[in-house]
Every structure is written in structure tokens, then in C-alpha cells.
């Protein structure tokens, strides 16, 4: 499946969700070399913790996981960090090409998660940021960077961390003001508890074995269902002819051909369509 984003302000109780997950079968990619803030964090994941910020080290580790059957999740904490990081490292130099390279550092990484076996859930934990419509949304080093990618469309399953009167939980749906989204029934009530483990079991058991399966039965990886969402996430005419690029490769029916055909084809002209509105 796509990755799994979970967006929240600082204290909110993301880094604390790990607290329940098994460390062997978990690898934490932690960009801040932060301690985590529960008892035990600090040993709970031994050698499976990796201390980097760095966008192409984080995607030979996200794939180094993919061939290790014993690895089930992979925690990227935080990828607001991976952003700024990369941002500041760059910060001299002048233009716009580094905004380009950010957005493509990030792409890379969500495209080597979404690409992961199907057993194989990626999660990512970013800060949240409100906009001038009082929307809540991923936090990003600036509108070049959201002009070029959307996080948030890229994930299938995104999760508001909130905490109030001491009660840590996930917002699981849209309540008008953040991003927060998941297929329908997947899980039981809009608010949860902010527990992986949890949120990992309602989403094993909301996608059958079926949906698993075909990945691992053909040689090349099987296009996912959702790419049309993928699609309709590109921001422009070159990240959507880079996403054709990328998708057409997977294994697919002429059926899923033709499907990605035409919403390529729709996309393209509903982006056009938006560049000759005037500002």
C-alpha cells in the first residue's frame, strides 16, 4: 500500500505512537537524532535504528528493508526535518533549482515507499502547518516546494495527531480543517488512539490478502489502485510526465493501461487549463 502519513504540531503525540511497535521487525529512520519520548525508547530498536537526514540514504534503507521479509514497518521521524535539512544545507546558494531538488528528494523517497512489498508499510511523521484558509496541512519549507509536490496526496491514509485535556489521539477523517483522510470503514471511529500498533492492525484488516498477494507473484511490481490518485496529486505538466514515466513501467492489464492513458490525458489538460487562468 502507500505510505502512511501522520501530520501533527510538535507534542502531539507522533513520535510517542511508536511506543507499542516491536522493534525487530521495525526500522526507525530517525532525521533529528532525537531520544524518543517514551521509556525505552532509546534500545527499543538497536541496530534497526538509522540516525540520517539524508533523502538518498533513507530510500537504500527503505529498499534494503523491502528484501528483508522479518522487516514490517519502517517509521521515517520526521520528514519536516528531511525538508529543512536539505534546505539549509543549500541556503547560500541562490535560483530556485534547490526548491526543485527538495521536491525531488521528497518524491524519491515517498515513490521507494509506495513501491515497498505489500506486508511492507512505510510511515511517514511530518509537522503540521496552517494555511491562510485556517486549513490544516503538511508543513513544507515553502510554496516552491508545495508547487512541486503534495505530500498529503501521495498517501492513501493520512492521520492528524492532536492531544487534548491530556488525551493523545489520530484524527482518522476531514472535520473541515485538516487534511486528515482514510478509506471509508477503515477504521471504526474518527478519532483513535494514537497507537500504531493499532493503526497498523485496522489497516491489515481492512485490505485482504488479495490486495497482497499479486505484488509478490510477478517479477516486475504490480501498478497499484490507486494510481489515479497519484496522478491527480501531480502539480504540474513535468512531475505528471515524470509520473507516467514511472507508472507505465509496473505490470498491468491493457484495461489499467488505457485507465492511466486517460487520466494522464485529463490531468494534463485540466493543468494546462489552470495556467491560462488569470492571476
Known amino acids: 500500500m502507500s505510505s502512511i502519513l501522520i501530520v501533527g504540531e510538535s507534542g502531539s503525540g507522533k513520535s510517542t505512537s511508536l511506543r507499542n511497535l516491536n522493534g525487530k521487525e521495525t526500522v526507525l529512520i530517525n532525521a533529528l537524532n532525537k531520544p524518543l519520548p517514551f521509556r525505552g525508547g532509546a534500545k527499543k530498536f538497536g541496530t534497526n535504528a538509522i540516525f540520517t537526514d ?11 528493508a523491502e528484501k528483508n521479509k522479518n522487516i514490517k514497518l519502517i517509521v521515517v521521524d520526521d520528514f519536516q526535518a528531511i525538508m529543512t535539512n536539505a534546505y539549509m544545507s543549500t541556503i547560500e546558494n541562490k535560483g530556485y533549482e534547490k526548491f526543485t531538488k527538495i521536491g525531488k ?4 523517497i515517498v515513490n521507494a515507499a509506495n513501491g515497498c512489498r505489500g506486508d511492507l508499510k512505510v510511515v511517514l511523521l511530518a509537522h503540521a502547518e496552517t494555511d491562510v484558509n485556517g486549513k490544516i496541512k503538511c508543513k513544507t519549507v515553502g510554496k516552491l516546494v508545495d508547487e512541486k509536490i503534495s505530500l498529503e496526496g501521495m498517501c492513501t491514509v493520512v492521520l492528524h495527531s492532536k492531544v487534548a485535556n491530556g488525551k493523545y489521539t489520530f484524527l482518522t477523517q476531514n472535520d ?5 483522510k482514510s478509506p471509508m470503514g477503515m477504521f471504526q471511529t474518527i478519532e483513535i488512539d494514537n497507537d500504531l500498533v493499532e493503526v497498523v492492525k ?3 484488516s481492512y485490505y485482504d490478502e488479495e490486495d497482497i498477494k499479486p505484488m509478490e507473484a510477478v517479477s516486475a511490481p504490480k501498478l497499484r489502485l490507486d494510481f489515479v490518485q497519484q496522478i491527480n496529486a501531480c502539480k504540474d505538466v513535468d512531475a505528471l510526465n515524470l509520473k507516467y514515466k514511472e507508472l507505465i513501467e509496473f505490470s498491468m492489464t491493457e484495461e489499467q493501461k488505457q485507465k ?14 489552470e495556467d491560462d487562468i488569470p492571476q
Open 54 to 64: 539524508n533523502s538518498r540514504i533513507i530510500v537504500q534503507k527503505i529498499q534494503e
Open 105 to 108: 528528494s521528497i518524491w524519491d
Open 176 to 180: 473541515g480543517t485538516s487534511i486528515a
Open 202 to 204: 485496522a489497516i491489515d
Open 260 to 273: 492511466l492513458i486517460k487520466a494522464c490525458s485529463i490531468r494534463k489538460q485540466n493543468l494546462i487549463s
